[in-house]
T-cell receptor, first 115, second 115 residues
Framework: AQKITQTQPGMFVQEKEAVTLDCTYD???????LFWYKQPSSGEMIFLIY??????QNATEGRYSLNFQKARKSANLVISASQLGDSAMYFC????????????FGTGTRLQVTL | DTGVSQDPRHKITKRGQNVTFRCDPI?????LYWYRQTLGQGPEFLTY????????KSRLLSDRFSAERPKGSFSTLEIQRTEQGDSAMYLC?????????????FGPGTRLTVL
């Protein structure tokens, strides 16, 4: 079974600063994918970034980067140059093949960006 | 096609009533997923369709829940004899199904409140 752990219920960051949101995972499958989603107060889940278990380099998408440490089973999200619009819930999720490709989510981290 | 759509966005019902939600995936997406998200938690997998075939159901999906995807297009999720514990956000997601590690695109969700 897969498990995702997000230990930070809430985080604050000042505008224009960088912030790291923690995610650890547990799986026995050698092939898996790790995802980060953003959920604003409106409710929709917005895909941010993806990291495959065999990817050699850390994924980057604009201001988002994923610090993937396979041996530690961690996949932390780094947001650079935070903006007020980044305030939202952030979910880490994992998908392993052979499980209908369903996603297993963590409990999320609420990020608040301040002036 | 701008994305996954769900209807209604909000539903308030009395305990014991039946409710039905609809999800329209991105066109030509073969895979469709239903998730449930309760307050303070990440989404939890409910069920999954590959075209019109329902291939996996979570143990969370009691016999009061039924989902269909006729003709492999839109999907409906029905809850019979609703209970207060059914109050949650119901999220639908779709993916092309080309790769096991395809990104899932989420709809805005249907927020159900059972009084």
């Amino acid at each position: 079974a897969q498990k995702i752990t997000q230990t930070q219920p809430g985080m604050f960051v000042q505008e224009k600063e960088a912030v790291t949101l923690d995610c650890t995972y547990d799986t026995s499958d050698p092939s898996y994918g790790l995802f980060w989603y953003k959920q604003p107060s409106s409710g929709e889940m917005i895909f941010l970034i993806y990291q495959g278990s065999y990817d050699q380099q850390n994924a980057t998408e604009g201001r988002y980067s994923l610090n993937f440490q396979k041996a530690r089973k961690s996949a932390n999200l780094v947001i650079s140059a935070s903006q007020l619009g980044d305030s939202a819930m952030y979910f880490c999720a994992m998908r392993a093949p052979g499980t209908a490709s369903k996603l297993t989510f963590g409990t999320g981290t609420r990020l608040q960006v301040t002036l | 096609d701008t994305g996954v759509s769900q209807d209604p966005r909000h539903k308030i019902t009395k305990r014991g009533q039946n409710v039905t939600f609809r999800c329209d995936p991105i066109s030509e997406h073969n895979r469709l997923y239903w998730y449930r998200q309760t307050l303070g938690q990440g989404p939890e997998f409910l069920t999954y369709f590959q075209n019109e075939a329902q291939l996996e159901k979570s143990r969370l999906l009691s016999d009061r829940f039924s989902a269909e995807r006729p003709k492999g297009s839109f999907s409906t999720l029905e809850i019979q004899r609703t209970e207060q514990g059914d109050s949650a956000m119901y999220l639908c997601a779709s993916t092309p199904g080309v790769s096991q590690l395809d990104e899932q695109f989420f709809g805005p969700g249907t927020r159900l409140t059972v009084l």
